[in-house]
Every structure is written in C-alpha cells, then in structure tokens.
C-alpha cells in the first residue's frame, strides 16, 4: 500500500473501519477561513484609512493652492492700481511739461 500524501484519502482503509468515516477538519478549516475574514477586514480597514489619509492629503493642498492663487490675484490687483496711477502722475507730469512749453 502507497503511503497517502496530505490531502489525499485512503479510500481501502476509510472503507475497512466500522462505521467508515472521514475526518474532514472542520475546526482547521473554520480557523482559516476565520483567519482570512479578519485579513480582509483588516485589509480593508487599512485601504479605507489609506483612502481618507489621501483625501485629507489632498484636500489640505488644495486649499493651499487656492489661498496661494487668491494672494497672488490680491498682489496683482494691487500691482495694476500702482501701475494706473503711475501712468496718470506719467501723464500729468506730462501735460503740465506741455502746457509750460506752450506757454
């Protein structure tokens, strides 16, 4: 008789004892399967963890940007109204050059 290797059955021997049964390892089996539902769920919860990490990631440099675009819109309003009035005081230097050379 071969000797039997893990997960083969013995099928003369099953059949020789009085009441033939085979033992199919159901604690082994339910600790595994309840060993793989729990690496599941905690994989899971670490995936959701990872996920919500990322947005707030995200979220906080998305708000970085915007106040960094609206400052820069600020500081190039500012620059335009500079540039405005020194284009008027430009042009009033100017006229008033004129009018004195006209006179």
Do not use: V, W
């Amino acid at each position: 008789m071969h000797p039997t290797r893990p997960g083969q059955l013995n099928l003369a021997l099953i059949l020789s004892a009085q009441p033939p049964t085979i033992d199919l390892h159901l604690p082994a089996y339910e600790a595994s399967t309840r060993n793989f539902l729990q690496a599941i769920a905690d994989f899971n919860s670490r995936a959701i963890a990872e996920i919500n990490q990322r947005r707030e990631a995200h979220t906080t440099e998305m708000n970085k940007f915007a106040e960094r675009a609206q400052t820069m819109e600020k500081e190039t309003n500012q620059c335009k109204i500079k540039e405005i009035e020194l284009i008027g005081g430009l042009c009033r230097a100017l006229l008033a050059l004129n009018f004195e050379l006209l006179c």
